[in-house]
């Protein structure tokens, strides 16, 4: 074997390889993505089902008023068709904090925590290119809707970038910290059960919040602290060009404080929790 | 002469190389971990010198794997200190991570990336930019034989091509320190003498610090250091000669065995 210059020592790191490190991880995010088509189609398939036979027989059972930031009446497609943007960023962040649990289980998220940069960094890359990979998907999926008359203006587009970043940055990272919960592959079965569906479906989604307050006030009042409830009204006033200030905060907030708890599960010092030999490394 | 005292002969041993009086490589100073009640590492204290092969010598459970996880920082230490050329792992894990090099006991590659894809990812977690990463990726795979094999998905090499390839992402950042966790399991003959050929001349070439956990004797040369590790605890350090004759043996076979009282590397009691 040839001799190979061994690196000198220097404290810190530049930027560049921040940006360096930042890249790496996207590119394989997305490598992986392109390797799992049938995810890609799944993650389609989902919202389309909702849209294209959900919605098409609840438009004669569920008249929408004209509510903000709509400013006249609109078909039932219309209303949920940012619901729908949402529900595949959660699914996208859960299918993310899935293959967490598989990377840690089959030993590759070891490559991860095991690079020298920081910790809470590293984890923060990791978030960005799931929520790069969610961006694809929720564009494909408006793509397709807008041949089912689902129309926003086309500034709209643009102005839901934002939102979308920032309501894909919460999901994932309420999906890294289940992810570093979970402690069997098996278990994430759970997480589907009462993390995905209740999130979902007590959330202004569906129907809009004053028709479950008709309803059910104490569900009504369940859906206003559902942090997805904000990033669906977040995503429905962008894609309108509007702003929804207390959605912004919320979603904004709940993005910190899952991220803040994401990294401290991850700290091997002050690790939520506890790991025994066989029962992942992280 | 217990296993402190070994590991102050040998440090003190006038033949010892000039690179076992410079700043250790791996500094592991009174390290305890528990598992709740279990207690899986007491009291551990060794150093592994820049270029010198460390063999950590343990039976299954031994406690190998927990002080690996410790040393790469994926457990926070409980008790102890560890150190990398000087960098303590908790108070300055970045420094000190970027000195080591890992193979960890699991496979750790992504199997459906390519071998060239595999080793950008590892470049990228290291900052070095994709330009050096390419040239240093198709240095370190004309090195271990897989030039040929660049592009192909790693799911397609063989158990040893996998290790091979391993070894060399851990040395693509160009560490100082390698760690391999019982790196030849599940391999022939022939791949683990190739790679473990492999590792001592990183050790002879490169001047590379390596700790060698395994639990297979014929692993062990007689100029190695040797750790042995038994239920957690640190049996013996030292120059492998002196572990032999200070458990009054012959071969390292018979000095595990009166050091851990086993008979067998199945852990079995001797009868």
Redesign the interface.
Known sequence: ???????P?R????V???I??L???V??EA??FL?QRERFVSALVRPLVWLFIFAAGFRQVLGISIIPPYETYILYEVYIAPGLMAMIQLFNGMQSSLSMVYDRE???M?????????RGY?LFCKLLAGTAVSLLQVYAFLLIAWFWDITPPTIGYLTVLPALVLSGLMLGALGMLISASIKQLENFAGVMNFVIFPMFFASSALYPLWRVQEGSPMLYYVCQCNPFTHAVELIRFALYGKMNWVSLAVVGGCTVVFMIGAILAY?????LV????GGG?? | MTATDAHIASQSSPDASPAATAQPALSIGNVSHSYGPRRALIDVNFTVAPASFTALLGLNGAGKSTLFSLVTRLFGIQNGQIKIFGHDISRTPGEALRLMGVVFQPRTLDLDLSLTQNLLYHAALHGISRREARLRSAEVLGRIGLADRAGSKVRDLSGGQMRRLEIARALLHRPRLLLLDEATVGLDVKARADILDHVRQLVAEQGIGVLWATHLFDEIMPGDDLVVLHQGRMLAHGPMSRVIADAGAQDVNTAFMRLTGTATLTGKPPT
């Open positions: 074997m040839s001799s190979t210059t061994v690196t020592e404290s810190g790191f530049s560049s390889e921040y360096v490190c890249n790496g991880i590119w394989r490598l992986r390797h089959m030993g590759n070891r490559t991860l925590l095991v690079s020298p940069l920081p590293l700290d091997p010092s002050r690790g506890r790991r025994g030999p490394e992280a």
